[in-house]
């Protein structure tokens, strides 16, 4: 690493004399130990090297010399004379241990000269650096097995566009243009952060508005806090709000604001209790909205036919052969399909109850109505977004994408009929950087 603890001055040799009481850093350092420490502190073997400026710049506590061998994470030393960024095993094991996350180390092929000789890479590892709430930059860094901090080299700096400012002891990043504090420790110039924030990143939850089939900002904001509480801040909030507002879909096929609405729920929840039945058309297409009422849970069907015979197959197909059955209680409209002689008597031989809404009281249905706008926005930002995908697919994926997402403070329907969070596919952390695969 640049900027030794020392330097090097053409003195003539000094004869030190031996010393067996050597406790302390602050006495004079025998000769014995003279190349010990020299080689700990990296420098090269020069004859001309002055004992008593070694021992003026090591007049520090002992604890110094295993500092960055603890298990305490001791932050990033901007290093303008390395080439490329290291940190050693200790550190690296530090820095997992403190902001929670695993070490997988990928193989690297590179070597890197110490003062003590040639050492080989133990492998890669990713590193954020947090700059900004929100903004994190990303550090590929080499594990080598020494007792040396996070180095942050030129190649960092110049990859990130970092400058780094020994006047105002800042580091700034021109991207965004934010900085963060400079520290001064045994002589360089320390990048420290000690509060384990693991945020989402802008990317990742560009990725989840995404993965999620672009819902509203608020929405996923709360899967999220429910899902990891200590990931999302008010910032993310903001970042979610931002995405929404720059994506194309999300503009194109935007709804009013949705009016607040009240119920008290039932003393117990159980899943496939009762559910409601819906026809409903999208790009021509008659379709089949099955809505668990009690969890809200719901499933879609592509119809063959609009008669009683191809709307029973439909509900099998897409709801009781695949969840838990036939439900309790089913509720549906006065349309033919529903009262029906064929639809009557294949719900008695299931056991099911059959409710009817009232008689032109299409809207007391309830909350087989009311999914059917969040289906048909969901559909239309994803034909836009892929307007190739097959409709059967592209169903599949709405539903999903509603399961996941509806729901109120968080309390989506897959949660609560599965007991399971949904998975937030968010980048490996373990996986190469763009630069490297390329």
């Not at 520090?60 to 960055?68: F, G």
């Not at 990317?203 to 508005?209: D, F, K």
């Not at 200590?230 to 910032?235: A, I, K, Q, R, T």
């Not at 439900?327 to 009817?356: C, Y």
Request: glycine share 6%; net charge positive.
């Amino acid at each position: 690493m640049s900027g030794l603890y020392c330097r090097q001055v053409r003195t003539p040799r000094h004869k030190v004399p031996p010393d067996k009481s050597d406790h302390h850093l602050r006495r004079p350092i025998p000769a014995r130990r003279f190349v010990r420490l020299r080689r700990y502190a990296g420098i090269t073997n020069c004859p001309h090297f002055s004992a008593r400026i070694l021992n003026r710049a090591m007049s520090v506590d002992s604890r110094t010399l295993s500092v960055y061998g603890s298990s305490r994470f001791c932050g990033a030393c901007l290093d303008t004379g390395a080439e490329k960024s290291v940190i050693g095993y200790a550190q690296a094991k530090a820095y997992c241990k403190t902001f929670g996350t695993p070490m997988h180390l990928q193989p690297s092929p590179f070597f890197y000269k110490f003062g003590d000789g040639i050492r080989s890479s133990l492998g890669t590892m990713e590193i954020r650096l947090p700059f900004a709430p929100g903004y994190f930059v990303p550090l590929s860094v080499d594990v080598v097995s020494a007792d040396i901090p996070l180095l942050i080299a030129l190649d960092t700096l110049d990859s990130h566009k970092l400058l780094a400012d020994n006047v105002k002891n800042s580091l700034v990043c021109t991207t965004i243009g934010s900085s963060m504090p400079i520290r001064r420790d045994h002589g360089h110039l320390f990048v420290k952060w000690h509060t384990p924030e693991a945020l989402f990143t802008t990317s990742e939850l560009r990725r989840l508005h995404l993965h999620f089939f672009h819902p509203q900002a608020q929405r996923l904001y709360r899967m999220l806090r429910r899902a990891r509480p200590e990931e999302v801040n008010g910032e993310t909030m903001r970042v979610l709000e931002e995405i929404a507002s720059a994506c194309r879909g999300c503009k194109q096929h935007s709804s009013r604001p949705y009016r607040f609405r009240v119920s008290i729920p039932p003393n117990t929840i159980v899943f496939n209790e009762e559910v409601a039945l819906d026809l409903f058309w999208i790009e021509g297409n008659p379709i089949l909205h099955v809505v668990d009422t009690r969890t809200n849970f719901q499933n879609v069907a592509l119809l063959k036919g609009q008669s009683a015979c191809y709307v029973w197959y439909a509900f099998v197909k897409a709801w009781s052969s695949v969840y838990v059955g036939y439900p309790n209680r089913m509720g549906a409209d006065q349309g033919s399909v529903f009262t029906s002689k064929l639809w009557e008597d294949v719900t008695l031989m299931h056991g099911i109850e059959l409710q009817m809404s009232g008689v032109e009281s299409h809207n007391s249905l309830g909350v087989g109505e009311r999914y059917h706008g969040p289906i048909r926005r969901i559909f239309r930002v994803l034909r836009t977004q892929y307007p190739q995908l097959d409709s059967e697919v592209s169903l599949r994926l709405v539903v999903k994408g509603a399961n996941d997402t509806l729901g109120p403070d968080g309390h989506v329907p897959s949660k609560l009929v599965f007991g399971v969070e949904p998975v937030f596919p968010v980048l490996n952390s373990s996986l190469p950087a763009q630069r490297e695969r390329m």
